[in-house]
T-cell receptor
Framework: QKEVEQDPGPLSVPEGAIVSLNCTYS??????FMWYRQYSRKGPELLMY????GNKEDGRFTAQVDKSSKYISLFIRDSQPSDSATYLC???????????FGTGTQLKVEL | GAVVSQHPSWVICKSGTSVKIECRSL??????MFWYRQFPKQSLMLMAT?????????EQGVEKDKFLINHASLTLSTLTVTSAHPEDSSFYIC????????????FGPGTRLTVL
């Protein structure tokens, strides 16, 4: 079982839709969780990180962590074509600063 | 800010040659830098962790003699792919941690390597 699992998509939604992106993880020792956005042929860009259960909101983005079910989600409200990218979730154990990434979900927001 | 640059952004080389990729933190001093490799439609795979002034720590399965990493200063790390072969063709991405924001990694734009 991979440490962090993500549905690769592609996920296609109309402009303005609410997008839900999800990851599951297997190791309860994971402390921090990140969401990165990666445009084609570019490096990942950090969107949000959280280290506790519950929700964290930043503009149109909401990150949600459920440690009891080992499930993390990213919600995008009022999605825009510019949101079309690959979204990567990652876990961070704290010590060593290493990140383990999921495979990424490709999102397409269509006009 | 936390800006990381990479050079070159893309490179094409012949099989058997060596290629050096530079990773620089532009507006902060990075005590730790990381090197990743990403194949098409796949996730980032950590290759090695690089700390300034010390030897890099390689992940299991990564050949340290093939992928030479040097972290000579707090703002520069280099990855040299030695005797490159077509199977080394990939997208190489570095990241750096800002001591003031230790839980975040800031990524460079990546270097696309094509070995003919």
């Amino acid at each position: 079982q991979k440490e962090v699992e993500q549905d690769p998509g592609p996920l296609s939604v109309p402009e303005g839709a609410i997008v839900s992106l999800n990851c599951t993880y297997s190791n309860s020792a994971f402390q921090y969780f990140m969401w990165y956005r990666q445009y084609s042929r570019k490096g990942p860009e950090l969107l949000m990180y959280t280290y506790s259960s519950g929700n964290k909101e930043d503009g149109r983005f909401t990150a949600q962590v459920d440690k009891s079910s080992k499930y993390i989600s990213l919600f995008i409200r009022d999605s825009q074509p510019s949101d079309s990218a690959t979204y990567l979730c990652a876990r961070h154990t704290g010590g060593g600063n290493k990140l383990t990434f999921g495979t990424g979900t490709q999102l397409k927001v269509e006009l | 800010g936390a800006v990381v640059s990479q050079h070159p952004s893309w490179v094409i080389c012949k099989s058997g040659t060596s290629v050096k990729i530079e990773c620089r933190s532009l507006d902060f001093q990075a005590t730790t830098m990381f090197w990743y490799r990403q194949f098409p439609k796949q996730s980032l795979m950590l290759m090695a962790t690089s700390n300034e002034g010390s030897k890099a720590t390689y992940e299991q399965g990564v050949e340290k003699d093939k992928f030479l990493i040097n972290h000579a200063s707090l703002t520069l790390s280099t990855l040299t792919v030695t005797s490159a072969h077509p199977e080394d063709s990939s997208f190489y991405i570095c990241s750096a941690t800002n001591p003031r924001r230790v839980n975040e990694q800031f990524f460079g734009p990546g270097t696309r390597l094509t070995v003919l």
